[in-house]
C-alpha cells in the first residue's frame, strides 16, 4: 500500500553509493593533475639537464681559452717593448717630433712595424678579425691523415721523453718528422744530415706530418715539453697552413704569424733557459711563381718580428739562381732530400755549438 505525498525509499545501499562517488571523483581528478604536474616536472628536468651540458661545456672553453689569451696577452706585451726599443734606436718621431713612447699618452702613434705587432697580437688571442676567428692558434689534434699513426707517435712522444732527456728538441711538420731521430719514424729521408748535426746530442723529434700550428699548440698542451729542459729548441711549423683541405682552411700569414708565436710563447714559459731557434718555412712548389711561395714569403715577413728567438732562414740556400726548386734538394718541391738536409743542418751547426758552450 503506497501512502500518497510520500518519496519511494531508495534500494538498499544507493544512498551511501552515491556519498563514495563523489571523493571517487575528486580523487581521479587529482590523479589527473597529479599526471600533468609530473609531465611538467620531467620536461623541466630535461631542460635543466640541457641547460646544465650547456654551461659545462661554455665553462670548458673558457677554460681553454684562458692560457691562449695569458700568452698572447704576454707576446703583445713584449712586441710592444721591442718594437719601442727598435723605434728609439732608429730614432722615430712621432707627429710632434718626439721619439716614440709605448703607452706614453691616451692615443699613442705607431709605425707600420707596430702596426702589424699589435694585429698579431690580437690574433693571438684567438679572437675575430674581419669576421673570421684565427684557426691557427686554436689547439686541436690531429686532422689529417697521413702515412703514420698520430696518436701512437703522440704515445711514443710521452713514453721516451722523460727518458731521452733531450739536449735539444726539433718541434714541426712532416719536415722535421722524416728527417730522423726518436720516435723512430716508419721512413727517413736525411738520416745522414741528422747525425752530422745531431749525432753527439741527445735529441727529440717532436715532428709530426700534416700538423699545423694548432696541432703543434695541442701537443705542447698535452705533455710533449712537460718536465724537459732543453739547451736548444728548433721550430719550424707553418707550410701545412698554407693548405687548405676539408679538415681546416687556409690561414692568412697575420693569422699563422700568431699561430707560430704562441708556440714560442710556450715553449718559453716550460722552458725558459732553452735558445728558440726559429726558421723561417722553406719555400715550397717548383715555381717561384707559385701563388704558395708569396704566401710563405709574407707569412715569414711576419715570423722575423717575433722577439725573444733567434732567427735562421735558409730558404736562398735552398732554391736555384732562378728562384727555381731542384729535385735533389726536395724530390716533391716540398719535403728535402738527404742534401737539403744537409743544407739545414750545416745552418744549425754553429748554432748549436755555441749554444752548448754556454
Known sequence: ??????????????????????????????LLVAEKSLRVAKKSLRVAKKSLLVAKESF??????????????????????????????AGQPSAGGRRMKLFSGRNPRYGDGMKR?????????????????NT?????????????????????VLRIQQWLDPEIVLIGDSITHFWGGEPKA?????????????????????????????????????GEFDGLHPRV?????????????????????????AGVAAICERIRRKAPGAKIVLMNIFPREQSPEHPRRKL??????????????????????????DGTIARDVMGDFCHPTNKGYQIWADALAPVIAAAMQK
Open 117 to 133: 705587432l699589435i694585429l698579431l697580437a690580437l690574433l693571438g688571442l684567438g679572437g675575430v678579425v674581419h669576421g673570421q676567428t
Open 60 to 89: 670548458r672553453v673558457a677554460k681553454k681559452s684562458l692560457p691562449v689569451a695569458k700568452e698572447s696577452w704576454l707576446v703583445a706585451k713584449k712586441s710592444f717593448r721591442v718594437a719601442g726599443e727598435r723605434s728609439a734606436v
Open 233 to 257: 729548441v728548433i721550430v719550424h711549423i707553418g707550410t701545412n697552413n698554407t693548405s687548405e683541405t676539408a679538415h681546416a682552411r687556409q690561414n692568412t700569414p697575420d693569422e699563422i704569424a
Open 1 to 30: 500500500m503506497r501512502i500518497k505525498g510520500l518519496k519511494p525509499l531508495p534500494a538498499p545501499g544507493a544512498e551511501p553509493f552515491r556519498v563514495a562517488k563523489k571523493p571517487f571523483r575528486v580523487a581521479k581528478e587529482s
Open 296 to 321: 710563405i714569403t709574407e707569412t715569414n715577413l711576419r715570423l722575423a718580428q717575433i722577439p725573444g728567438v733567434t732567427h735562421l732562414d735558409i730558404g736562398a740556400k735552398l732554391l736555384q739562381p
Open 186 to 222: 716508419n721512413h727517413v729521408n736525411g738520416a745522414p744530415a741528422w747525425q752530422s748535426v745531431f749525432g753527439k746530442y741527445r735529441t727529440l723529434n717532436l715532428g709530426f706530418g700534416w700538423d699545423r700550428t694548432q696541432n703543434v699548440l695541442w701537443r705542447l698542451d698535452h
Open 136 to 156: 691557427a692558434v686554436i689547439p686541436v689534434p690531429k686532422l689529417e691523415n697521413d702515412s703514420y699513426d698520430w696518436a701512437a707517435r703522440h704515445a711514443d
